[in-house]
């Protein structure tokens, strides 16, 4: 430092200061004690000018907004304005731990929000985790840049709001679906949400127990139980939770609610799929397996394609695992689609020498030379040029074999 920095006359340190911007009159405090001394009162003053909108500038802002006294011209401008009067906000959003204590330390509120109503603590959550979610936030701040050595993450973001006193529970000013437990369970984000909850954020918000159930582990879906989570309601937003469970690649949930008394929502149909559907789609194995265990329907039917669950198993290529479960619950291997397809169509189609051996080999009865609309049999989908892979040989095998038996069984007759 320079020592002559620390030994200026008063009015002198107060005149430099009035011509520095925020950044640098912080920095020309913390040259020395005296100066801090002498501009304590001045950088707090700039501290609550710049951190961001106060109530009474958001409602401003908010009545021009609804009569329409806004261009989009004047819209642009008042963005940049706040961005630049907004560098709390803009600290919360760039993990810059630092910066922001040194606000809130000011005084400032650690549930104050930006001039379109966007509170700290999700600018915490959603700028992290959301990026399709993000657009919402930034006219206020940008995308952070890639966490690096002056970044933090959002968990160390969010615990020291908490620690300030950010109330977990307090939505935007403008949508009061959106909290920081809401923004954190729809992202997956298990130890945030546990941190949420821990520090009292409401449980039974509408919404939040399904996105547990389908996006969080076993540990945050225990840590809204511990809290008073009801698992009795039974519905997330009109879904069933075993159905949003059902999507989720923890298939601790999933069993947990099972044994939870959720049982009767296995076959339970949502936008034409029950849970066993919406297990193949997201492609989770042990779901299927699990939900099976349960009594779910092999036969359930996707309500667009006319596919049966043991079709959609061979379409998302879900391991002979899954297949054979299918097959041993009762699926129905003639079951035809829309386009006349068979599981074993499928199977072919797909590649998948392990399913259509599961086919084969299922004891059950099936036509080998069963034609979809399109007039293929499977040998024939399995010869085709444009969809032979490593194995196709295989398959071509298997099918060959199928149909001499078949062939022989019928003249045996």
């Given at each position: 430092m320079d020592p002559t920095l620390a030994a200026l006359p008063c009015d002198l340190i107060y005149m430099v200061a009035d011509y520095l911007e925020t950044l640098d009159l912080c920095n020309f405090a913390a040259t020395s004690p005296r100066n801090w001394a002498i501009l304590q009162d001045t950088c707090h003053k700039e501290a609550l000018r710049v951190a961001g909108p106060t109530p009474e500038d958001y409602e401003k802002f908010r009545a021009n907004r609804g009569h329409g006294f806004l261009t989009l011209i004047n819209m642009e401008r008042t963005n940049i304005f706040w961005k630049r009067r907004s560098l709390l906000i803009k600290a919360v959003s760039y993990g810059r731990l630092n910066i922001a204590r040194s606000f809130l330390d000011h005084g400032i509120d650690p549930?104050?929000?930006?001039?379109?109503?966007?509170?700290?603590?999700?600018f915490a959550v959603i700028l992290y985790r959301l990026p399709r979610r993000a657009v919402e936030y930034t006219n206020s701040a940008r995308r952070p840049l890639p966490l690096g050595e002056n970044s933090s993450g959002a968990y160390e973001m969010i615990e020291l709001l908490l620690s300030y006193g950010a109330?977990?529970?307090?939505?935007?000013?403008?949508?009061?679906?959106?909290?920081?437990?809401?923004?954190?369970?729809?992202?997956?984000?298990?130890?945030?949400?546990?941190?949420?909850?821990?520090?009292?954020?409401?449980v039974n918000q509408r919404g939040v127990l399904g996105k547990i159930c389908s996006s969080c582990n076993m540990q945050a879906l225990q840590c809204a139980i511990d809290a008073g989570a009801m698992l009795d309601t039974l519905r997330s937003e009109g879904v069933s939770l075993l159905y949003l469970a059902a999507e989720n690649e923890d298939v601790e949930i999933l069993e947990y609610l099972l044994k939870a008394g959720l049982g009767s929502q296995v076959n339970e149909v949502h936008r034409g799929r029950t849970p066993l559907i919406r297990a193949i789609e997201t492609e989770n194995e042990h779901n299927v397996l699990s939900l099976l265990e349960h009594g779910a329907d092999p036969n359930a039917l996707h309500p667009t394609t006319n596919q049966s669950a043991l079709q959609l198993a061979c379409e998302f290529m879900l391991p002979s695992t899954s297949v054979n479960a299918l097959i041993q619950a009762g699926a129905d291997i003639n079951h035809e689609d829309t386009f006349g397809l068979r599981a074993l169509h499928v199977a072919v189609i797909k590649g998948q020498a392990g399913t259509v051996r599961a086919i084969l080999e299922s004891g059950k009865p099936f036509d080998i030379t069963a034609r979809d609309l399109d007039g293929h049999t499977a040998l024939e989908y399995a010869m085709m040029p444009v969809g032979f892979r490593d194995s196709t040989r295989e398959i071509i095998q298997m099918l060959l074999i199928a149909e001499a038996r078949a062939r022989i069984e019928d003249d045996s007759r």
């Open positions: 549930n104050s929000y930006n001039i379109h109503g966007k509170r700290l603590l999700n109330d977990p529970s307090l939505s935007d000013v403008d949508d009061p679906n959106t909290t920081p437990l809401a923004l954190a369970t729809e992202s997956g984000m298990s130890p945030h949400v546990c941190l949420l909850i821990k520090n009292g954020a409401y």
